[in-house]
Nanobody, 123 residues
Framework: EVRLVESGGGLVQAGGSLRLSCAASGFTFGDYAIGWFRQAPGKERTAVSCISTSDGSTFYVDSVKGRFTISSDNAKNTVYLQMNSLKPEDTAVYYC????????????????WGQGTQVTVSS
């Protein structure tokens, strides 16, 4: 059974940092791309960042480039999202997702999803 468990969300002031973790189990980690997606209240879920766990290639949506960093620890079957210089508009539920394949592309609507973790950035 594929399982993705997010952690690390919380409340932070604008300009602060958080690190999200996505612990994966139930599949061969290196055979899947992992992505972070977010959904703000009243809005559609959108991609934030994706990574290929096989070659380390990454994708970032323009709004987070230079502020967020995605990384993968294949020994721990865990993907991280380091979020710096957080803004109120980053407030959302953040989801981890997995898609079979060596490439992160397209970073869009992956097959398997976690339950999400809330990130709230106060101004």
């Amino acid at each position: 059974e594929v399982r993705l468990v997010e952690s690390g969300g919380g409340l932070v002031q604008a300009g602060g940092s958080l690190r999200l973790s996505c612990a994966a189990s139930g599949f061969t980690f290196g055979d899947y791309a992992i992505g972070w997606f977010r959904q703000a209240p009243g809005k559609e879920r959108t991609a934030v960042s994706c990574i290929s766990t096989s070659d380390g290639s990454t994708f970032y949506v323009d709004s987070v480039k230079g502020r967020f960093t995605i990384s993968s620890d294949n020994a721990k079957n865990t993907v991280y999202l380091q979020m710096n210089s957080l803004k109120p508009e980053d407030t959302a539920v953040y989801y981890c997702a997995a898609e079979y394949g060596s490439s992160w592309s397209p970073c869009y609507e992956y097959e398997f999803w976690g339950q999400g973790t809330q990130v709230t950035v106060s101004s």
